[in-house]
């Protein structure tokens, strides 16, 4: 396995980041590769942690309007840079990737930053790993707030998806930051665009966020189905509190909060939320969504 680390240069100055890094290697357990992953971790380290994991293309930068805000009303803030991403070490093979071993690298990160009654926000693929990590490990969850995003068992998704996936295989040159903003209400500043850029130097560096969208197992044939049919069993019984917060003008999950409220015994009852933007929810309903998660801990 060849892995790249993206320069420090590349993450200077960026607009309203300010954050430390901090760093947690893992061991790949096929390749016996170490794997650096970068994380975001303010406020302080004796409270209860709220979890921000990010998707595709983005990294913690999405957190950005988050970070500050809770960290100020008293939470722990962890927001993790996915492998392949953001200031994480990026394996620079499409093959290097499968959604197994993501699970498998976040769950060691987990583990090895012991973080107990975590409050998590998911969304996109933070979703789709963040929820495996519930289901890995419940005792370690206190509350979710689930957003855009899914955990799919080989039954489709929506013709959004579809065109997602068919236009990250096709584009010649994967341009992330403008991904970005296509995928917002608002439209980003060309500083903000060229931040969701700034992981990846070149096409080299891209290898994960090209392949990512092949992975979701939306059919039969695909990996992880059993998988995820078995996280869903364990979601089934999760009884703790989970709200959803979906956005209003996502074409790739819209509807995807019903089944969530249907199947999780958390979702019973709580205050379920449709808030303004686009895919990338973060990016249009920061303040909203800092005072659901807030609110959500506190209640």
């Known amino acids: 396995m060849q892995v790249l680390r993206t320069p420090d240069n590349r993450f200077a100055n960026l607009p309203d980041y300010p954050f430390a890094p901090h760093y947690r290697t893992v061991t790949d357990a096929e390749s016996g590769e170490a794997l650096r992953i970068h994380c975001v971790d303010e406020g302080p380290h004796d409270a209860a942690p709220v979890l921000l994991m990010h998707g595709e293309p983005s990294w913690s930068y999405l957190y950005r309007h988050f970070v500050g805000p809770l960290a100020a009303r008293g939470h722990r803030v962890v927001a993790p840079d996915l492998v392949g991403f953001g200031r994480s070490d990026k394996p620079a093979a499409l093959s290097d990737y499968t959604y197994e071993r993501h699970v498998a690298w976040m769950s060691d990160w987990l583990t090895g930053v012991d973080l107990h009654h975590i409050t998590l926000f998911c969304q996109d693929w933070g979703g789709l790993i963040g929820l495996r990590l519930v289901a890995a490990f419940p005792e ?22 579809e065109q997602w996936r068919e236009y990250s ?32 130097p070149d096409e080299s560096y891209k ?21 995820n049919r078995a996280a869903w069993e364990v979601l089934s019984r999760f009884d703790r509190p989970v709200v959803t917060a979906f956005s209003d003008r996502d074409a790739v999950t819209a509807g995807g909060e019903r089944i969530f409220i249907e199947r999780i015994p958390g979702a019973k009852g709580q205050p379920h939320r449709i808030v303004p933007g686009g895919h990338f929810l973060q990016e249009d309903s920061a303040d909203a969504l800092v005072e659901l998660i807030d609110g959500f801990v506190r209640a």
């Open 140 to 161: 370690r969850f206190a509350r979710l707030v689930i957003a855009n995003t899914g955990l799919p068992v080989g039954t489709g998704w929506s013709a959004g998806f």
């Open 169 to 200: 295989q096709s584009v010649p040159e994967f341009p992330a930051g403008a991904i970005l903003n296509r995928g917002s209400v608002r439209e980003l500043s060309p500083q903000e665009i060229a931040a969701y850029d700034a992981p990846f």
């Open 207 to 227: 290898a994960g966020a090209r392949i990512f969208p092949t992975l979701v197992p939306v059919t039969p044939e695909h990996a992880s189905v059993a998988e």
